[in-house]
């Protein structure tokens, strides 16, 4: 699988986590079971973030220093940075 349609999955799986939790909420589900599947959704997400964190700097960042753009690229890192 490439690395867009592992990013794709990783979403598709996240979307099915949270669909689950809103139909456990109005089925009057237990908080147990809620904050389970809550925790799964954020597992998820600490996993797309890394795949995607990937493929960027597997990307658009190393092109952009290929291409001679490494105030581009630091540019861009710090402002990833600074949102991790």
Not at 9 to 32: E, Y
Not at 57 to 82: I, P, R
């Amino acid at each position: 699988m490439d690395k867009r349609k592992s990013i794709e999955h990783r979403l598709a799986i996240i979307d099915g986590h949270l669909t689950a939790i809103r139909k456990m909420v109005a089925d009057g589900r237990s908080g147990v079971e809620i904050i389970r599947q809550s925790r799964a959704v954020q597992s998820a997400l600490k996993k797309f973030d890394a795949a995607t964190i990937e493929q960027y700097l597997n990307t658009s960042v190393a092109k952009d220093v290929a291409e001679g753009k490494a105030a581009k690229a630091a540019k861009e890192l710090s402002e990833l940075f600074e949102l991790l």
